[in-house]
């Protein structure tokens, strides 16, 4: 079966954009969880979603946002972009336990 | 936040060798779960723990949640070069609800054929 899938892989932004990212999970989870991953402070959770409802939220500023559609897919926004979120970025679904399956992530380059 | 410490940070080994790696916490876990990180690509999960005590087997993998559930070792036996990677452990604190997981920061393990 097809795995967790994100757009896009790559991506260059300026500092002060915005930035939309979209994960399409595995079919038939519903929960799809966020993380940032950098060399310095390894994989930190952003937030997740569950049945389109926000169930838990990581120690991230508020420009990091989310989204859950009715078909399962998500959506990340980061506002005002910022050198710092310079970052590879997972999408990780599971059918709601911790088994989570990730995607090979979007790696944002700010400059 | 909650941190797990995961031990070695680093490890370059002769293929052939067995590798162990632990992650450790001051908090209690009720999972713990083991993952690799390959170049470009995400984690894949290898191995998942439930119970205090557990001891399961992937292949040439092995991995136990600790009798204290503050900590889980991960083994490799007779390792080959394909094992190269990130290994990260990953666990659940026990609250209620469905909390997110905590991630060790790494092993970064090296096979020298």
């Keep these: 079966k097809a795995g967790v899938t994100q757009t896009p892989r790559y991506l260059i932004k300026t500092r002060g954009q915005q930035v939309t990212l979209s994960c399409s999970p595995i079919s038939g989870h519903r929960s799809v969880s966020w993380y940032q991953q950098t060399p310095g402070q390894g994989l930190q959770f952003l937030f997740e979603y569950f049945s389109e409802t926000q169930r838990n939220k990581g120690n991230f500023p508020g420009r990091f946002s989310g989204r859950q559609f009715s078909n399962s897919r998500s959506e990340m926004n980061v506002s005002t972009l910022e050198l710092g979120d310079s970052a590879l970025y997972l999408c990780a679904s599971s059918l709601g336990d911790r088994e989570e399956t990730f995607g090979p992530g979007t790696r944002l380059l700010v400059l | ?113």
């Design chain 2, 1 to 113: 936040g909650q941190q797990l410490n995961q031990s070695p940070q680093s490890m370059f080994i002769q293929e052939g060798e067995d590798v162990s790696m632990n992650c450790t916490s001051s908090s209690i876990f009720n999972t713990w779960l083991w993952y690799k990180q390959e170049p470009g690509e995400g984690p894949v999960l290898l191995i998942a723990l439930y119970k205090a005590g557990e001891l399961t087997s992937n292949g040439r993998l092995t991995a136990q949640f600790g009798i204290t559930r503050k900590d889980s070792f991960l083994n490799i036996s007779a390792s080959i070069p394909s094992d190269v990677g990130i290994y990260f452990c990953a666990g659940q604190l026990p609250y209620s609800g469905n909390t997110p997981l905590v991630f060790g920061k790494g092993t970064r393990l090296s096979v020298i054929a």
